[in-house]
């Protein structure tokens, strides 16, 4: 059985921070990672194919986080809904078996562990619509902008290898928060699949003192 958790533990973080130091002990899909780096390579690659302008690119960008903005603002409704649901549909006693039980690799309690996957894509989605939001503000001037990196880099080459890098990594994010968005999905389906077995053991052990 291993120690057992202590009702202190619950509430050892203070902060999302605490909360984002302990999800990086979390195994990450390696999936998501192939998935985010090809989408950053493939379109790096793509624009250096066509000789993608900055002046153009920045326009491209403007409407990326815009988009991402609202998409982010959007879907933090959503999640903040799903882990509303999820607390709501698992009845107390579920939830205070679930605080009972370490999950095996990390060794935190698997109440921890479930809700902390879900705060993590949470935590990404929040720093993602911050990361829009700055962006949007910053290429509302769009001349500005261009005239800002001539000044920075003078090499007209050095400004439009920038210009791609900023567009890979925006389109990058996207494609990482569309993949937590997959992992979050799967936590939910996890919990529920966790409440159902507790309460199928339950059931089960009940009927066997009662075979006996």
């Not at 007209?156 to 999905?185: N, P, Q």
């Amino acid at each position: 059985m291993g120690e057992p958790v202590r009702s202190s533990e619950l509430t050892e973080e203070k902060s999302l921070i605490q909360i984002w130091k302990v999800t990086r002990q979390f195994k990450k899909s390696a999936f998501n990672s192939v998935v985010v780096l090809g989408a950053f390579v493939g379109t790096f690659a793509f624009l250096m194919l066509i000789d993608a302008s900055a002046r153009h690119l920045i326009k491209i960008d403007s409407w990326l986080v815009e988009s991402g903005f609202v998409f982010a603002t959007t879907m933090l409704g959503f999640l903040i809904a799903g882990f509303a649901i999820f607390l709501t549909f698992n009845q107390t006693d579920f939830l205070l078996r679930l605080a009972r039980i370490r999950e095996s690799k990390t060794r935190i309690s698997y109440l921890k562990f479930v809700t902390f996957h879900m705060i993590d894509t949470f935590i990404y989605y929040f720093l993602f619509g911050i990361f829009c939001f700055v962006l949007m503000v910053l290429l509302k001037n769009q001349r500005g902008i261009s005239e800002l990196g001539r000044e920075i880099v003078s090499d007209k080459v050095s400004v439009k290898i920038i210009a791609w890098i900023v567009t890979s990594f925006i389109v990058g994010f996207y494609v990482y928060v569309f993949a937590a968005l997959k992992s979050f999905i799967y936590n939910v389906y996890i919990s529920v699949m966790i409440a159902v077995r507790l309460r199928l053991q339950k059931f089960e052990s009940k009927s066997r003192r009662r075979g006996l």
